[in-house]
């Protein structure tokens, strides 16, 4: 329709060159008429088939079929966060369990530097009158700052410059 | 008005020609259609059953797991219970050393004990099961060598002044 109203339009020109009178006008509005009408034509029959669409896209996806593969994949999504959550609990466990043997290592290790720097001390003093003042301060700072930081091999090369003192 | 006619005409014999092919065809798609729905209908079975199959599997992968997850709770325990016994056996082979060379330096019994535990640890921390009973072994024959110096020194069988062949040991690794 949109196509058929373009000879007419020409034929408008036609008339309008050679100027026959009166005929122009009709045809301009027959023109004019055709195309509007081609136009809400051509638009209508988008409208319908945009809603036919929607309406068929809207039935198929509340359909038994998609219903029950949609819950297919519900559950087996399920099943693929349980096993994960397996995983990561079994990783819990795991961690929970490490840092109770961390705990009881240092708990151990703190026990027995204790011990070694009372041994340190007691050297310490068995030799406090043989040496210059400021050697003792100096060492017995170290200890101090040595048990603090809890450095084992720091106290224990510390222990050995004491046995080579005396 | 002839080509009005001649339209109508074409118009008709178009119509007339779309419902003979229809009544030609009818039972084929009546067929079509209700080979469809079955089709369908069958589908929709399957993956019903599926889906009642997959509750099932997770109802059994949920038993599964949790009696896995409890019994890998207790063997974390047990380990961590292990691994407290051995501290306080290592602890006992420091008393150990250290009641039998009366003279010991505290330094070289902390030595002794802190090795012991480096072994330990070593063979806590091992990923796979070789590694492990290496480590083991290499612990178990430090912790005989020590008892063994300890009941030497005890007995009067030598006259060292520190576990020698312990300390050698150590050095050795």
Not at chain 1, 2 to 10: D, K, R
Not at chain 1, 120 to 148: C, E, F, M, V
Not at chain 2, 11 to 32: E, I, M, R
Request: charged share 25%; proline share 2%.
């Amino acid at each position: 329709m949109i196509l058929a109203s373009l000879p007419v339009f020409l034929l408008v020109e036609l008339l309008l060159w050679l100027a026959v009178p009166g005929l122009p006008g009709i045809l301009t509005a027959l023109a004019t008429a055709m195309l509007l009408s081609g136009f809400a034509v051509l638009i209508i029959a988008g409208l319908w088939g945009v809603g036919k669409i929607i309406v068929r896209s809207v039935l198929d996806y509340f359909s038994a079929k998609q219903r029950a593969q949609r819950r297919l994949w519900f559950i087996q999504a399920r099943r693929d966060q349980l096993k994960r959550l397996f995983y990561f609990k079994t990783r819990q466990i795991k961690y929970f369990n490490e840092l109770s043997r961390k705990r009881l290592l240092q708990l151990n290790n703190r026990k027995h530097i204790r011990s070694l720097s009372k041994a340190i001390d007691k050297d310490l003093l068995s030799i406090k009158t043989k040496l210059p003042g400021t050697t003792y301060q100096q060492l017995k700072q170290d200890h101090a700052r040595y048990r603090n930081r809890q450095d084992i091999e720091a106290l224990l090369t510390l222990q050995q410059k004491i046995a080579t003192l005396v | 008005m002839s080509i009005l006619n001649k339209l109508i005409k074409l118009f008709h014999s178009v119509k007339d020609q779309n419902l003979k092919w229809q009544l030609a065809n009818q039972g084929d798609q009546t067929k079509l259609k209700h080979a469809r729905v079955l089709a369908e209908k069958a589908l929709e079975a399957e993956l019903k059953k599926k889906s009642v199959q997959l509750e099932h599997d997770i109802s059994l992968l949920r038993t599964k797991h949790d009696a896995e997850l409890s019994m890998f709770k207790t063997k974390c325990r047990q380990d961590v219970k292990d691994y407290k016994q051995y501290l306080a056996a290592l602890d006992q082979l420091k008393s150990s050393i250290q009641s039998s060379y009366t003279h010991l330096p505290e330094a070289v019994a902390f030595t002794i004990h802190h090795h012991a535990k480096y072994l330990l640890n070593k063979m806590w921390e091992a990923e796979d099961f070789e590694q492990k009973m290496q480590h083991e072994m290499r612990l178990i024959r430090f912790m005989t060598t020590v008892h063994e110096d300890a009941r030497l020194h005890l007995e009067g069988a030598t006259t060292d002044n520190l576990p020698e062949r312990t300390l050698n040991l150590i050095e050795q690794q």
